[in-house]
């Protein structure tokens, strides 16, 4: 039950990751999910709310998919 809510926060940010407009708003969301994913898994919650962090802000300069900022290309 635990990777099933793990999945589905996993596509929901990444859904929702495409909404955001700035390195910020994604930042916050990242590390949101990071931290709620690291608590799940019984790993420290502000080392996944770091790691959510640096992810949700670098998303679009990677180029994921769904997470490129359509106003800046």
Known sequence: MRNITLIL????ITTLA?????DG?????GAAVGAVAADATDNNALT??????LAGTYCDD???PG???RNRY
């Open 9 to 12: 926060g996993a596509l929901a």
């Open 18 to 22: 495409g909404c955001m407009q700035t």
């Open 25 to 29: 708003e994604r930042a916050l969301a």
């Open 48 to 53: 996944g709310a770091a790691i959510g962090a």
């Open 62 to 64: 990677l180029r994921v």
């Open 67 to 69: 997470c490129v900022n």
